[in-house]
């Protein structure tokens, strides 16, 4: 079946650094990528949505010059949290969508503490 | 306006026993989808099932089954014969059509516990 390969799954990095989390679809063509956060016990808040070759589009209260997402190529989408502070720590997951299958695959998931 | 309702936000069973967790949902889009995922303390999301809003049959995968209500805007997720790996955050979801970018909307979740 469709695999999406989300790294890292995990980081731990210092106030004031950037993090990059990629998310890669292994077998099939991501047209549209889709960015969740989650916090402890909290349900998956969609960040922005980004189709290859366009710009995101980002949900209300997420500040795109902090998260910016990149979606070059139809297998490889990056989120690069900027200047993070403690408040950014949370489970960041992307969803990819093909315009064949119409599903959706979720990758792992990356679990950031900002410290 | 939240457009999935989880009422439930902790749910038991006992092993073996069938549980339902339900699921409200807002839309004006007549063309929708909605889908239940499983996230155990692992992070992952699990597909369970899927319905579209034309879909005339609930749908059924295995254990599960979707008990879609159209006019009641419900379409709650019945677990039959519960195991202990079934505990797990349960999400349901939507979603809608262009306008929306046919991004997934989740619901805040319900945490089952099977217990022996």
């Known amino acids: 079946g469709a695999v999406v390969s989300q790294h890292p799954s995990w980081v731990i990095c210092k106030s004031g650094t950037s993090v990059k989390i990629e998310c890669r679809s292994l077998d099939f063509q991501a047209t549209t990528m889709f960015w969740y956060r989650q916090f402890p016990k909290q349900s998956l808040m969609l960040m922005a949505t980004s189709n290859e070759g366009s710009k995101a589009t980002y949900e209300q209260g997420v500040e795109k010059d902090k998260f910016l997402i990149n979606h070059a190529s139809l297998t490889l989408s990056t989120l690069t949290v900027t200047s993070a502070h403690p408040e950014d720590s949370s489970f960041y997951i992307c969803?990819?969508?093909?315009?064949?299958?119409?599903?959706?695959?979720f990758g792992s998931g990356t679990r950031l503490t900002v410290v | 306006a939240q457009k999935i309702t989880q009422t439930q936000p902790g749910m038991f069973v006992q092993e073996k026993e069938a549980v339902t967790l339900d699921c409200t949902y807002d839309?004006?889009?007549?063309?929708?989808?909605l889908f239940w995922y499983k996230q155990p303390s692992s992070g992952e999301m699990i597909f369970l099932i899927y319905q579209g809003s034309y879909d005339q049959q609930n749908a059924t995968e295995g254990r599960y089954s979707l008990n879609f209500q159209k006019a009641r805007k419900s379409a709650n997720l019945v677990i039959s014969a519960s195991q202990l790996g079934d505990s797990a955050m349960y999400f349901c979801?939507?979603?809608?059509?262009?306008?929306?970018?046919?991004?997934?909307?989740f619901g805040k979740g319900t945490s089952l516990l099977v217990t022996p």
């Open positions: 979801a939507m979603r809608e059509g262009p306008n929306s970018g046919y991004a997934l909307n």
């Open positions: 839309t004006s889009d007549p063309s929708y989808g």
């Open positions: 969803s990819a969508r093909d315009r064949e299958h119409l599903g959706y695959t």
